[in-house]
C-alpha cells in the first residue's frame, strides 16, 4: 500500500508564505497523479491544485496565481508553495495520490487511492 507523510504547516501571518511537502512510500509499481485538497472547520474537503505524472497541473481559481503545485518524481513527492496566503486559506491540507499497486490475492495490478492525515495551515490577519 501506500503511505503519505505530509510536512510544512504552521502558523503564518496574511502575506506570508508556506511549502508543504508530501513523500509516498510502501509498496506500489507507480504514482500518477498527486495532489492537495484542504478542509477548514465547517466546510467539505475542497481541491487546491493536483499534478499529473507527466507533470500538469490544475489548481482551484482561489489560489491561481498564489499557490503553486511541483514533484519529485524520483523521490514519490509533491510540493506546495503557497505565497499570499489569506485568513481564508486557513484549512487543514491533506496530501492525494493514485497509485498503481500489486494485489497478490488476485495476482494482478490495480488503482489505489490514498490519503494523508493531514497538516494544519493557519493564516492569521
Known amino acids: 500500500q501506500v503511505q503519505l507523510v505530509e510536512s510544512g504547516g504552521g502558523l503564518v501571518q496574511a502575506g506570508g508564505s508556506l511549502r508543504l511537502s508530501c513523500a509516498a512510500s510502501g509498496r506500489f509499481l507507480r504514482i500518477d497523479d498527486m495532489g492537495w485538497y484542504r478542509q477548514a472547520p465547517g466546510k467539505q474537503r475542497e481541491l487546491v491544485a493536483t499534478?499529473?505524472?507527466?507533470?500538469?497541473?490544475n489548481y482551484a481559481d482561489s489560489v491561481k496565481g498564489r499557490f503553486t503545485i511541483s514533484r519529485e518524481n524520483a523521490k514519490n513527492a509533491v510540493l506546495l508553495q503557497m505565497n499570499s496566503l489569506k485568513p481564508e486559506d486557513t484549512a487543514v491540507y491533506y496530501c492525494?495520490?493514485?497509485?498503481?499497486?500489486?494485489?497478490?490475492?488476485?495476482?494482478?495490478?490495480?488503482?489505489?487511492?490514498?490519503w494523508g492525515r493531514g497538516t494544519q495551515v493557519t493564516v492569521s490577519s
Open positions: 492525494n495520490a493514485d497509485a498503481l499497486i500489486f494485489d497478490p490475492s488476485i495476482y494482478r495490478s490495480k488503482a489505489s487511492v490514498s
Open positions: 499534478i499529473t505524472g507527466g507533470g500538469a497541473t
